[in-house]
């Protein structure tokens, strides 16, 4: 069972079902399931994304893996060393979270002596931005100097490294499900009392056709009733983010799976997951405004996507590769004492096992004009897989 929403929260949230219902009503009673995620995440002053709300850590509704442990940062950080080493430049990081990442790769990078010559932040939510500033106020001065929060990408394109931890999960995505053998989007409609629910619809061109890519016409070995997500916003965000890089390398984090993966035939209902208060559930229609919605990157679309933007997939692993490459053991094991060894390895622990964050997780590297193996990516290479 879920926590109880509070009297604030309830009213938060009736304010966002109130305006999904206006627009709803703007577009003849059916909205696609892309538009409803994109006005209870994004919402200007309403959504999940756009409101003060307490996201991210122990108090909030999930934790990343940056606020599981400075591990992951420290890693990250050697990472962008390398790159950072062969191309100069800067660090951008979009979606910083708390900036516990930003500020653990800046005092990491500070110790290696490489550091970039701006880190800047691209964040869309105002409470999210607020914690960041209040974060990284306590770095030393020289260091805090370094750090700019950016309202839109930068215009000029720039070289080094480009971070998206968990980003392209909150990307709005379209819904369909195969009845009776043809493709049906799953879009949002109300019902006679006014909820909000699942209603079908003809695909149109976008959906069919990527659908089509997907399975054939018609859709084949798929079983009736299976349900899966297309993330057509793919393509345009990683064409943006190629058309701000000069050189360097975008290093993407998420819960993911290649193709053949993502849509196989088991997999019947999805991907589509809500968080609230550190409970995942399935109904995106309730404890809308403050709770997240999410969907699992499918990494083949991110690197055809890539590829089409110019951009080179250097390097897909998972998570646990990832880290394991870059030394995280290491780290652990340099602990100044015993307490902060055990610290640090009970939350290695949990960033690479698989039945933790170790295998869900992917990591993912798209370069221009950076043809050096990265070091992140030389234990463990799938991108045969995509």
Same mark, same amino acid.
């Given at each position: 069972? *879920?926590?109880?929403?509070?009297?604030?929260?309830?009213?938060?949230?009736? +304010?966002?079902?109130?305006?999904?219902?206006?627009?709803?009503?703007?577009?003849?009673?059916?909205?696609?399931?892309?538009?409803?995620?994109?006005?209870?995440?994004?919402?200007?002053?309403?959504?999940?994304?756009?409101?003060?709300?307490?996201?991210?850590?122990?108090?909030?509704? @999930?934790v990343?893996?940056?606020?599981?442990?400075?591990?992951?940062?420290?890693c990250?950080?050697?990472?962008?060393?390398?790159?950072?080493?062969?191309?100069?430049?800067?660090? /951008?990081?979009?979606?910083?979270?708390?900036?516990?990442?930003?500020?653990?790769?800046?005092?990491?990078?500070?110790?290696?002596? %490489?550091?970039?010559?701006?880190?800047?932040?691209? !964040?869309?939510?105002?409470?999210?931005?607020?914690?960041?500033?209040?974060?990284?106020?306590?770095?030393?001065?020289h *260091?805090? +100097?370094?750090?700019? =929060?950016? !309202?839109?990408?930068?215009?000029?394109? *720039?070289?080094? %490294?480009?971070?998206?931890?968990?980003?392209?999960?909150?990307?709005?995505?379209? #819904? @369909?499900?195969?009845?009776?053998?043809?493709?049906?989007?799953?879009?949002?409609?109300?019902?006679?009392?006014?909820? *909000?629910?699942?209603?079908?619809?003809?695909?149109?061109?976008?959906?069919?056709?990527?659908?089509?890519?997907?399975?054939?016409?018609?859709? #084949?070995?798929?079983?009736?009733?299976?349900?899966?997500? %297309?993330? $057509?916003?793919?393509?345009?965000?990683?064409?943006?983010?190629?058309?701000?890089?000069?050189?360097?390398?975008?290093?993407?984090?998420?819960?993911?799976?290649?193709?053949?993966?993502?849509?196989?035939?088991?997999?019947?209902?999805?991907? /589509?997951?809500?968080?609230?208060?550190?409970?995942?559930?399935?109904?995106?229609?309730?404890? $809308?405004?403050?709770?997240?919605?999410?969907? =699992?990157?499918? @990494?083949?679309?991110?690197?055809?996507?890539?590829?089409?933007?110019?951009l080179? %997939?250097s390097? @897909?692993?998972?998570?646990? +590769?990832f880290?394991?490459?870059?030394?995280? !053991?290491?780290?652990?094991?340099?602990?100044?004492?015993?307490?902060?060894?055990?610290? /640090? +390895?009970?939350?290695?622990?949990?960033?690479?096992?698989?039945?933790?964050?170790?295998?869900?997780?992917?990591?993912?590297? $798209?370069?221009r004009?950076?043809?050096?193996?990265? !070091?992140?990516?030389?234990?463990?290479?799938?991108?045969?897989? $995509?």
């Open positions: 069972m *879920l926590p109880a929403l509070s009297a604030d929260e309830e009213r938060h949230s009736e +304010a966002v079902a109130a305006l999904i219902r206006t627009e709803l009503a703007a577009a003849g009673g059916w909205l696609s399931f892309e538009r409803f995620m994109e006005l209870a995440l994004y919402a200007p002053g309403l959504g999940y994304y756009s409101a003060g709300s307490w996201k991210l850590g122990s108090g909030g509704d @999930f990343t893996a940056p606020e599981v442990s400075e591990l992951f940062g420290r990250v950080a050697a990472q962008c060393a390398q790159v950072l080493r062969a191309t100069g430049g800067q660090i /951008l990081e979009l979606g910083a979270g708390t900036g516990a990442l930003a500020a653990a790769i800046l005092a990491a990078l500070d110790a290696e002596g %490489v550091l970039p010559e701006r880190y800047a932040i691209l !964040e869309v939510s105002g409470d999210l931005a607020a914690r960041q500033r209040a974060r990284l106020e306590l770095l030393a001065p *260091l805090r +100097a370094r750090v700019a =929060w950016l !309202e839109q990408l930068p215009q000029t394109p *720039l070289r080094g %490294v480009v971070l998206a931890n968990e980003v392209a999960d909150a990307l709005p995505v379209r #819904r @369909f499900g195969l009845r009776g053998g043809t493709v049906q989007e799953l879009g949002v409609a109300l019902s006679v009392s006014g909820a *909000l629910h699942t209603a079908e619809g003809p695909p149109d061109t976008a959906l069919a056709q990527a659908c089509a890519a997907l399975f054939g016409t018609p859709p #084949r070995s798929l079983p009736e009733g299976y349900t899966s997500e %297309v993330n $057509l916003r793919i393509a345009p965000w990683i064409a943006t983010l190629a058309g701000c890089l000069e050189r360097g390398v975008v290093l993407l984090f998420d819960y993911g799976l290649p193709r053949s993966h993502y849509y196989h035939a088991q997999r019947v209902a999805g991907t /589509l997951r809500c968080h609230f208060r550190q409970r995942a559930h399935d109904d995106p229609f309730i404890n $809308l405004g403050v709770q997240d919605i999410t969907a =699992w990157v499918d @990494f083949t679309r991110v690197a055809e996507a890539a590829t089409l933007a110019g080179e %997939v390097g @897909f692993a998972t998570q646990a +590769a880290l394991l490459a870059l030394g995280v !053991e290491r780290i652990v094991a340099a602990a100044p004492d015993a307490v902060r060894r055990a610290r /640090l +390895a009970g939350e290695a622990r949990r960033l690479v096992m698989p039945e933790e964050m170790g295998e869900a997780f992917k990591a993912m590297a $798209l370069a004009g950076y043809a050096a193996p990265l !070091e992140g990516f030389t234990l463990q290479d799938l991108r045969r897989s $995509l």
